[in-house]
């Protein structure tokens, strides 16, 4: 079977006068156009090509690589706005509708959105919804607190941000605990740090527990050797000095600066610390 919305590897079959036609073990074919042809081929190789509907709705292969892939979230930016919908740009010749019915609020033509790609059953297109919400699901989890997971940060709320969980569930990542810059549509890595007794997850976007201590201790050191082995911070500057400096808590790094305190690396004084050796 040749799926729309993702990769396919198929056999070359033959070349024709618009292009190459591929086909899958199944006994369905497909066109890859002229101009997406590969300069040196041989018939009853394999080539992995994206396949989605073309103009014409039509099914049809390409080599390009679209932004997102069908069952995924992305952010995307609107290009067109019509009577049928919103066109978002996603990397391939023609757009990926979002229907009026799929937008939480009238889509405007420049603005970024994060949408999710799916197969309509009705029309068998692909197109995107930005009701994000009714694509995930909290009620049977497939993580585990402690977990590395992948991140899609969908929306800022009140208590920091709502982050999408491996394509699948919904998780916070609570505002006093992010310590670098994150904003609406960044893929990142987290870590689950708590399952609440009714699914909702809160999110870590740093190591947890005593990991901590190395990541924040090599990033100090790293910035010390860029601003030639001088940082004017201590274990008494303010909070927010040490977030905008460092991306991280005050706590994380008078952490990490007692490890390199131990390690002999720094030197503490009263105007920052000093890289020993520079």
């Known amino acids: 079977m040749i799926a729309l919305g993702t ?3 198929l056999e070359i079959l033959r070349h024709t006068s618009v292009g190459l036609f591929l086909g899958d073990d199944e006994g369905n074919d497909i066109l890859l156009p002229n101009k997406y042809v590969p300069e040196h081929y ?4 394999p080539l992995t090509v994206f396949c989605y509907l073309d103009h014409s709705e039509r099914p049809v292969a390409t080599n390009l690589e679209p932004e997102i892939l069908i069952n995924e979230f992305q952010l995307l930016k609107v290009v067109e706005v019509n009577e049928f919908g919103a066109f978002m740009a996603w990397g391939l010749e023609k757009h990926l509708l979002v229907p009026f019915r799929e937008q939480r609020s009238k ?8 949408v999710y790609c799916y197969l309509d059953e009705q029309s068998n297109r692909l197109v995107a919804s930005n009701k994000i919400d ?8 497939s993580v585990k607190e402690g977990e590395v997971v992948d991140l899609v940060i969908s ?17 916070l990542v609570y505002a006093n605990e992010i310590f670098k810059h994150i904003a609406i549509g960044d893929n990142t890595k987290g870590v689950i740090k708590k399952i609440r007794p009714d699914n909702k997850i809160d999110i870590s976007l740093q190591p947890l527990g005593e990991k901590i201590l190395e990541p924040a201790a090599h990033k100090i050191y790293e910035q010390l050797m860029a601003h030639g082995g001088f940082l004017g911070l201590h274990d008494k500057s303010d ?3 040490i977030k905008d400096e460092l991306q991280m808590s005050k706590k994380a790094f ?3 600066i007692g ?4 390690a002999r690396k720094i030197e503490i004084k009263e105007d920052g610390i000093y890289a020993i050796g520079t």
Request: aromatic share 12%; charged share 30%; net charge positive.
């Open 239 to 241: 909070p927010e000095l």
């Open 107 to 114: 889509m405007q033509e420049g603005n970024w959105y994060v």
């Open 7 to 9: 990769y396919n590897t």
């Open 259 to 262: 490890t390199l305190y131990k």
């Open 155 to 171: 929306r800022k709320t009140d208590l920091g941000y709502e982050a999408i969980i491996n394509n699948r569930h919904k998780g």
């Open 254 to 256: 008078k952490k990490g």
């Open 134 to 141: 009714k694509f995930l699901s909290n009620e049977t989890l």
């Open 42 to 45: 041989e018939i009853g190789e």
